[in-house]
């Protein structure tokens, strides 16, 4: 195989593995010029890929769809087998890595011709595999938009609308996918809320990809996992209070980390606090997070609050009245 082969095989691996970039980067990685670049870019689009380039200080090269499966790859039905395959994977969580089969699907869809991908859409509305049920349907297309911006520490845009129907539109880092309880999450870094965030995948639309690249923040697998239980625990409850603590919001996040999701400041001292649970026992646990020495509210309504307080009455007086020594048998 020719150097000038083998650099333009080098080339199209690194064009598949991000969605854009630099042409001073791919010069680096390769380690050559900029126009030879530029000659094994044409070369790649005389074999049928279409890469598109952009000018300018945040210019480079990106991998299109192209009118045709680009040679040396697939067929179009090997394509569509793949495409479903790992449309199957990612739905069923057959994969490891929550993200490992939709970061392939996105790198397949980028260079599908448009016929095919009509093809694998139809296929994939027709296709329900077994034991995938319940909750709302995630776009395929979007989990793979996110994927790659996860996995090419991309900052995106789009619209969120929350379980109560309120719409908002958020800027973010993204970190990474997990599924649970049969949906997807996101977390991620909210650049207007200057915290973590989770968001489920299916209340996602509107992503828009910005080409910004940004440093990606460390997290450990305890900590990507905890966000996701809290975010699967913050789901409308049936027993439902807000507690107000006399703790600022900044000491209130640093002592509750990821359970601090939610809360708002109440004034320049206090802090409001969202709890719920099935029934009052769990509000009650919910409460017992409050630190020690730290005076706070609650608007827990009727009839939890009675059943709450006497409970709590019954606890106090057992707390009082230890029970005598066991008797000696």
Known sequence: MSDTTSRALSLLNLLQTHRHWPG??????????????RRDVDRLRELGYRIESTPG?????????????PPLLLTDEEAV??????????????VGGAETALTALAKLDQVLPPAVRRRVAALADAVRPVGVGGG??????????????????????????S????????????????????????????????????????????????RVLFPPRELTPEEVDAF????????????????????P?????????????GATA????????PVGGSDWRETMYGMSWVPAGVPYTTDLPEPHRSEMREAAIRMLQALDSPPPPRARS
């Open 228 to 247: 996701i239980v809290v975010a699967r625990s913050w789901v409308r409850q049936p027993v439902e209070t807000d507690i107000v603590m006399d703790l």
């Open 24 to 37: 001073p980067e791919l010069a680096a990685r390769l380690g050559v010029t900029e126009r030879t670049v």
């Open 81 to 94: 087998a793949m495409a479903i395959g790992l449309r199957v994977a990612a739905s069923q969580r057959l």
């Open 163 to 210: 379980a109560a129907g309120e719409t908002t539109h958020r800027r973010v880092e993204p970190h990474s996918l997990s599924p649970a309880d049969r949906h997807w999450y996101l977390l991620c870094w909210d650049l207007d809320r200057d915290d973590w965030r989770t968001f489920r995948v299916d209340r996602l639309s509107g992503i828009e990809h910005t």
């Open 136 to 161: 709302e349907a995630a776009s395929t297309e979007v989990l793979g938009e996110l994927a790659l911006a996860c996995r090419d520490s991309e900052r995106v845009r789009f619209t969120y609308t």
């Open 249 to 261: 919001l900044d000491r209130m996040r640093e002592q509750f980390g990821q359970w601090g999701q």
């Open 57 to 69: 200080a945040a210019g480079g090269y990106r991998l299109e769809a192209g009118s045709a499966v």
């Open 266 to 273: 109440e004034g320049a001292e206090r802090t409001r606090w």
